[in-house]
């Protein structure tokens, strides 16, 4: 017999099985189980899961070793939890518990695996993680749409024949969402599952990000080092080529807004590769500048950027360093010297983060204002712990090591009604964390 399903608008995580999303029972084969670590599931669910994962099986919520022979079933006609977040939340207040993230969250995207980039859409509460199609379709590639307001997945949509390398959306542009492929395309997709525009850029596409002073404008990072500038009111092709620096595939693509306050007030795009990285200064509409950023020649793998604080978090692989390095730089414009000279854009280390030993995989760092409103945070995927690292920006120091169920590929800072979240994507799971 099914357990009592709970009326609409009480139903709460407590309630179902976080591996299927459905409600467990209090019999059968989807009965109450339980690891020793804990967490809860439906008994046949998390069987297959530890039977799937051979052993080295993990809990698929907190990423501690378990086996079958851990699973016990709960004889509980219904659980209820004492809520005592106002009183944590008083200690808090009272200083006696410093604010990190907390485990809220694991939602399964593709138990065949194969997810690779991750993106928030603001408008619509909810992260976009690629992944392969779940059943064989004439389009193989897509997204999977997670609901950050019940931490639900939902549908998906199918985009691309090919890997999805990039993923992007525009706030200011009906929530337009901007993908990358190695088919060699970028494609402009609204959310009700329709492509509304396709561009042929000859060759695979590494990634792809909006220009954030016009959104007319998006950008595509070639695997032949080029980036080819789109105007979306064109339909045809692209409108310009900037021509490579280096003939690396340009595995990122970041905006800098302008802002004419800043020491730094220029606008325009930065391109990473493997082999260094440029600062496409946007001087007007169609004429950009290019600015050879100082970074190390070899082993650059991701490039991200804090617009509000004009920084760039630079990530290297392993190499005459032991171990991963995301390096924070600080963008940098030197002042005009004469009506001869035009001014030169560049960056400055500030801080240097070091992780594990191991780095395959380009996996996308993430740099933001820290959620408590002071300081900085710098967030990277640790291949070597399967974990994601959080540091504080301003005093070097490692904050925390939240565990993933496989190497971090891709992590999302988020904001929904009110709180603060951090999402971390690996080949199978997204993992939610929220700020407390």
């Not at 009906?174 to 990358?180: E, F, I, T, Y």
Request: aromatic content about 6%.
């Amino acid at each position: 017999s099914a357990s009592t399903q709970p009326s609409q608008g009480e139903e709460g995580e407590g309630d179902t099985c976080t591996i299927c999303f459905e409600s467990w029972t209090t019999a059968g084969e989807h009965r109450l189980s339980a690891l020793r670590c804990g967490h809860l599931f439906g008994f046949t669910c998390i069987q297959r899961w530890l039977k799937a994962q051979g052993p080295a099986a993990k809990c698929p919520q907190c990423n501690k070793k378990a086996k079958r022979s851990d699973i016990v079933l709960l004889y509980a006609p219904k659980l209820r939890a004492l809520d005592n977040s106002e009183q944590e939340s008083l200690k808090r207040a009272d200083g006696s518990r410093t604010a990190q993230y907390s485990f809220a969250k694991a939602v399964l995207v593709s138990q065949a695996g194969g997810c690779r980039v991750l993106s928030y859409c603001e408008p619509l509460s909810c992260l976009l993680a690629s992944q392969p199609s779940p059943q064989p379709t004439l389009v193989p590639c897509g997204v999977k749409k997670v609901s950050v307001v019940n931490m639900k997945a939902s549908h998906y949509v199918p985009i691309h024949s090919k890997q999805i390398r990039g993923l992007s959306f525009n706030r200011q542009n009906d929530s337009l969402l901007l993908s990358a492929a190695l088919d060699n395309t970028i494609k402009l997709t609204l959310l009700t599952n329709t492509v509304v525009q396709t561009y042929n850029a000859g060759k695979p596409v590494w990634s792809c990000c909006w220009c954030l002073d016009n959104s007319n404008y998006v950008y595509a990072g070639l695997s032949n080092g080029s980036v080819l500038v789109y105007d979306t009111r064109d339909t045809s092709t692209h409108v310009q080529e900037l021509q490579p620096l280096r003939s690396c595939p340009v595995a990122s693509l970041c905006y800098v807004p302008r802002a004419a306050s800043s020491s730094f007030p220029c606008g325009g795009l930065i391109a990473g590769s493997l082999e260094g990285g440029c600062f496409w200064e946007q001087v007007s509409e169609d004429n950009y500048r290019p600015h050879v950023l100082p970074l190390e020649t070899a082993g650059c793998t991701d490039i991200q950027v804090e617009t509000e604080s004009r920084h760039c978090l630079v990530t290297y692989r392993p190499r005459s360093n032991p171990s991963l390095r995301c390096v924070l730089m600080s963008l940098t414009r030197a002042p005009q010297q004469d009506s001869a000279q035009l001014p030169s854009c560049s960056c400055a280390p500030v801080q240097t983060f070091n992780a594990g030993s191991s780095c395959k995989l380009l996996t996308k760092n993430a740099v933001f204002r820290s959620p408590d409103g002071a300081g900085t945070l710098v967030c990277a995927g640790d291949e070597a712990s399967n974990s994601t690292m959080v540091w504080d920006a301003g005093s070097g120091s490692l904050l925390q090591k939240l565990p993933a169920d496989l190497p971090v590929l891709d992590i999302s800072p988020f904001s929904v009604n009110g709180e603060h979240f951090l999402a971390s994507l690996t080949e199978k799971m997204l993992k939610l964390y929220r700020w407390e």
